[in-house]
């Protein structure tokens, strides 16, 4: 029996155990130490733009900071890309803010510009202008940045990029999650380098850094006592976690080389195969992490379903999924605004992620294409 191909595994570079066993033997078993800062300094290094980072305990701790520092509170709207995983979406319910989502375009599959603006202006007709907007750059891939961040300063409102799936990425030359006022990072177990669980908040000064460190480690005022004048979180990363991550960034540009090469292998895969296109950048503006390979079937030319393609995977111990389900259409989301057209719909009904990991072998690659040309040749 062939072992189970995973979607996307974690991949350790080797150096991982060092760091978190200099944390042991400096007893550094808390949520600080040399590994965070460390870490910090090595995502700092990596994305450049002089950026500040806050290590954080997951991507979705992330969000909710960025929320708060832009200040949405109860009752507020927030603007979100619809097509996304939840976690994009959930801290702003956290807030107790309204959701408004937007559709997708369909050369990056995110944001729509035009859905943006028309949802923005409708909403200050209405009496209320959107605190902030979530972008996504999803699988990886860009969004169309320029046109999104035009408007979010026509309009003066902040844009957080929710880049937990393109670490690595660059839209223009420059790594996303450097554009927005706040950027988000996840190091989630799937995610393209993994600290088993694990986020980061991109500032742009100082001062927004402080204080997602101040808010994350519960909110303690400057006093020998414990004495709080805001509601806080334990949202801090673990020293040992941190070092994880400080293996996991020597080797992040390599993984970004082979996810791509996955991203490549797909390409000669379904070369000929009709009715079948591989997610691929629109233009030399774009250069995508390539998280996950993604496909979407039109069934009308290809006479096969995304369903189909992923019951044959699974006969063979090979995971895959269909694209993430958009929140306007989520039943928990059932109540909020929604602008746009079927893009994200479509998308859903007819995309699949496919078997993206770094760690593939060739003969992995081998039992997938096997699936793929035996499905769609019979
Ligand atoms: C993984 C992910 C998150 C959440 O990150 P966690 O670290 O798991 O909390 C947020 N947004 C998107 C698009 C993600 O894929």
Redesign the pocket.
């Known amino acids: 029996m062939n072992s189970k191909i995973w979607l996307s595994s974690p991949h350790m570079g080797g150096t991982e155990q060092k760091y978190v066993n200099e944390a042991f033997e400096a007893n550094w078993i808390a949520p600080l130490g040399p590994n965070v800062n460390g870490f910090e300094k090595d995502l700092e290094t990596f994305l450049n733009n002089n950026v500040k980072v806050a290590a954080l305990?997951?991507?979705?701790?992330?969000?909710h900071l960025a929320l708060i520092e832009c200040n949405v509170k109860y009752g507020d709207e927030v603007i979100c890309q619809s097509m996304?995983?939840s976690?994009?979406a959930n801290p702003i319910a956290y807030c107790g803010a309204i959701p408004v989502f937007i559709d997708s375009e369909s050369d990056t599959w995110n944001m729509c510009p035009l859905a943006l603006e028309e949802a923005i202006s409708d909403r200050i007709s209405k009496g209320k202008k959107p605190k902030a907007i979530i972008v996504?750059?999803?699988y990886g891939m860009p969004a169309k940045m320029d046109e999104i961040i035009a408007i979010a300063n026509k309009y003066q409102i902040p844009l957080i990029e929710?880049a937990?799936?393109a670490l690595g990425s660059l839209y223009k030359g420059k790594p996303c999650g450097t554009f927005g006022r706040f950027g988000?990072?996840?190091?989630?177990g799937?995610?393209i380098i993994t600290t088993s669980?694990?986020?980061a908040l991109v500032c742009h000064s100082q001062e927004d850094k402080d204080k997602a460190v101040f808010l994350s480690t519960q909110a303690r005022d400057d006093a020998p006592h414990y004495q709080h004048s805001q509601i806080g979180y334990n949202y801090r990363m673990s020293n040992i976690v941190a070092g994880i991550g400080r293996g996991q960034m020597e080797v992040l540009n390599d993984r970004v080389a082979a996810r791509r090469k996955m991203h490549d292998f797909y390409m000669e895969t379904f070369r000929d195969i009709d009715g079948v296109e591989v997610f691929s950048e629109p233009s030399e503006d774009y250069f995508s992490n390539h998280w996950l390979s993604v496909i979407e079937i039109d069934e009308a030319v290809a006479g096969k379903n995304r369903e189909g393609l992923r019951l044959a995977f699974l006969e063979d111990d090979i995971e895959s999924r269909p694209l993430?389900k958009p929140m306007h259409l989520q039943p928990v989301f059932r109540d909020s605004p929604y602008y746009g057209q079927r893009v994200s719909e479509t998308l859903f009904e007819n995309g699949l992620c496919l078997p993206s990991g770094s760690n593939l072998t060739d003969e992995d690659r081998q039992r997938i294409a096997t699936v793929i040309k035996n499905y769609f040749s019979k």
Request: aromatic share 10%; no cysteine; net charge negative.
């Open positions: 305990s997951a991507g979705t701790a992330a969000l996304t995983f976690a994009s996504v750059h999803l929710d937990a799936e988000i990072l996840s190091f989630n799937n995610k669980g694990g986020g993430w």
